[in-house]
């Protein structure tokens, strides 16, 4: 009898490394090296992107007052990350982008420039009903490239431009402007030309157009007008058909009575150092801005995000072309309101992209593509109170997650020299059944 049962315990080992063996096929048969994944990875079975800096993020809130910070990472088609911080949770809340409006803008003009309707060289009085001059280079034409890489010697703004953009905020909470001003477009005429009845010198640097460069809201709305007058279309209607719609940017646009304002980011400014009897954030009303082309654009992460990825796939975004290849390379070599990321103005660490700031709101849009990823990715951090503070709180944040992004990305880069190992679930399945039949044999 021992010696049956010995023959019998032999029998059973003899089965173990036949089952080894298959459960090694079955796995094998799984195995999937990354080298045969599409080049976009946008399928690659990667690790959930989670950057552990929530207590971070409340810490700098907590520093400077901020109620609300609303922020996203885009990877190459995709966003693969979004996060609320604060009072408002609703992960597709509108803000206000302020100075990111100018990249729609100059996008805009480059589509003008890509269907013959303008050139990028022409003087600003082919297109203008009046002659846009500097008063102490008469002889020098302003141009459109002028205008958009804002070396045209126009100012940065004045302070009858800042109270005229924001009159419609300054009435909801009972004040007046304390200018003359007139509506869009008429207003720049009137502001800009020495003989107009809105004029001031400092609508003027003191440099020669084409030399230097200058950040100008007040030359982002003339591209506006121009914008306007080439196409017979009012920037926001131009915006909506040729940009939002095909974009499918649903919750973007300029006037916020179009939105519930149960979507609206609430506007608030720290009030404590100009006012110490104050609790501090004061609230505000919803407005509307006025520079148009400059600084009027309201969004969330999802429909910018959209945009982003214009400017991330050589003017596609998910498979909607906004702009030629070549045309979208030649608006980043010029640094038209999209800084590249080795860009001499700015120090965004390699990163590119755009940011603005506003009453009450701040945002900031990077990218970053072309050798320093394996893949184009984007973070976007919106918030909702406008002092300087929270301007540094919002870029703050965003480089958190950037140098989680560049982590996470390391993890991305190494996978495709190695394999995925993936049991599917018929391979378990196979798996249990054999287990089972070796333990009954086994009994």
Known sequence: MKINGLKQRNRQHIQYPAMTILLALLV???????????????NLNLPPFNPMIGNQVQELMTQ?????????????????????????????????????????????????YERG????????????????????????????????????GLAKDTDQYIAGMAEDATMRIG?????????????IEAHLTLNGSLYVPDVWTPNEPGTSRHYSNLGYNVLGYILQLATGMPIWEYMEAN????????????????????QLAVPYIYQLDVDPQSTGNKAYPHYNYLG??????????????????????????????????????LMHQMEASWLRGNSSLV????????????????????????GNTSVPYAVI?????????????????????????????????????????????SSIAILVVLGVLARRKMG
Request: glycine letters at 6%; one cysteine or more.
């Open 28 to 42: 094998g048969l799984t195995i999937h090296p990354l080298a045969t994944v599409a080049a976009s990875n946008d």
């Open 347 to 370: 120090n965004w660490e390699g990163w590119g992209g755009t940011e603005g700031d506003i009453y009450g709101f701040h945002t900031k849009a990077y990218a970053i593509r072309d």
């Open 175 to 187: 004040l007046e402007n304390p200018y003359d001003w007139l509506p869009f477009p008429h207003w």
């Open 243 to 262: 940009i939002f719609t095909p974009l499918e940017m649903h919750s973007t646009g300029y006037n916020f009575t179009e939105f519930d304002t149960s």
């Open 381 to 425: 951090t919106f918030l909702n109170q406008g002092s300087d503070d929270a301007r540094d709180i919002c870029f703050s944040i965003n480089t958190l997650i950037r140098q989680y992004v560049h982590r996470y990305d390391a993890i991305d880069s190494y996978w495709p020299h190695g394999i995925i190992l993936v049991l599917s679930i």
């Open 64 to 112: 400077s007052y901020v109620p609300t910070v609303t922020t996203a990472v885009v990877r190459n088609n995709s966003i693969i990350w979004t996060k609320c911080y604060g009072e408002q949770t609703p992960l597709d809340t509108i803000y206000m982008t302020g100075s990111v409006t100018k990249t729609f803008t100059a996008t805009a003009i480059f589509q003008l």
């Open 292 to 329: 148009y082309s400059s600084g009027a654009i309201r969004s969330n992460i999802y429909d910018l995000a959209r945009f982003l990825l214009v400017h991330m796939h050589r003017g596609v975004s998910n498979g909607t072309q906004i702009l030629a290849e070549d045309t979208i390379k």
């Open 117 to 152: 309707l303008i050139q990028l060289d022409d003087d600003v009085n082919e297109y203008l009903p009046f002659s846009l001059r500097h008063p102490n280079y008469t002889d020098t034409p302003i141009t459109i490239r002028m205008l958009l890489i804002q070396t045209s």
